[in-house]
């Protein structure tokens, strides 16, 4: 398959179908954990919109009603948790994202799918100003959609070193305000060490004003996940890039459970 991604997992227990916009391996950032094998600059390509409803209709028919699925993976597995957009580069670059959205809403609607089955966007938010990104977020709202809108650093060197942008914490900001009145928003932060060292004192308190002036403005912001690094990254930085520890993830997740937001940490 070109656009579809299907992952087993037995730790969340059931099935998450990728939707991979991206399979030129182009994003507009760079993150320097990124898992994608010779990432490059760019955006997604054309995406052909019939090859991807049948790929998603047939993988779909086959979890639901295939013989392998049936035959070969134990029942408590067959459950479909998600419909995630993420892959090998931002999902938001394609032309096509609001048509992507509408195809998946129609193909939801014809098959025999559980309703609270989430359609998950996995984003750096650099183009959520986007005309036809916030129709597709618009849209994403009413079939159970949910943003995960990327947040590693709140400061221009932070975010020059760990995603390779000069994107400005006005733009972020306002196009994570855009986001959260759209759709269910929660922050994702990628946390880890760099030659040894998790992030510097200064970062984590510009991390936590910056949220806390977003709940005091009225952001509703649905929570925070932490996550550390799962696989090796395939940049130039791998190296220098080792796992921060969970005790370090729940002393950041507590000061912002303070704040009143959930916090998810997968370590």
């Known amino acids: ?49 019939i090859s991807l409803e049948v790929e998603l209709r047939t993988f779909l028919q086959e979890v639901l009603y295939g013989d392998f699925m049936q035959n070969q993976v ?5 459950r479909i948790n998600d419909i995630a957009l993420s892959g090998n580069g931002e999902p938001t670059s394609a032309k096509e994202f609001e048509q992507v959205i509408e195809l998946i809403g129609r193909v939801r609607s014809s098959l025999d799918l559980p309703r609270d089955i989430k359609l998950v966007l996995i984003t750096n938010g650099s183009l959520i ?9 618009s849209r994403m709202s009413e079939i159970n959609g949910e943003v995960w809108f990327k947040l590693d650093s709140v ?90 520890s969970q005790g370090w993830m729940e002393s950041l997740g507590a000061e912002i459970q303070a704040m009143g937001l959930e916090v998810k940490i997968s370590p």
């Open 155 to 244: 400061t221009r060197s932070g975010r020059a070193l760990i995603n390779n942008t000069r994107m400005s914490l006005n733009r972020m900001r306002a196009n994570l305000l855009l986001a959260t009145s759209l759709c269910p928003t929660w922050l994702q932060s990628c946390m880890f060490q760099i030659d040894d060292m998790p992030l510097r004192e200064a970062e984590v308190d510009a991390y936590l004003r910056f949220v806390a002036e977003l709940l005091r403005d009225g952001a509703p912001l649905k929570g925070v996940m932490i996550y550390g690094l799962a696989r090796t990254s395939m940049q130039p930085e791998s190296p220098r890039l080792t796992k921060v």
């Open 129 to 137: 100003d986007r005309d036809n990104v916030q129709a597709g977020l």
């Open 74 to 78: 134990p029942a408590e597995l067959r």
């Open 1 to 49: 398959m070109k656009y579809i991604y299907p992952v087993v997992s037995r730790r969340s227990g059931g099935v998450s179908v990728g939707i991979n916009l991206n399979p030129n391996n182009a994003c507009n950032w760079r993150c320097i954990y990124c898992q994608v094998p010779e990432l490059k600059r760019g955006t997604a390509p054309v995406i052909d919109l």
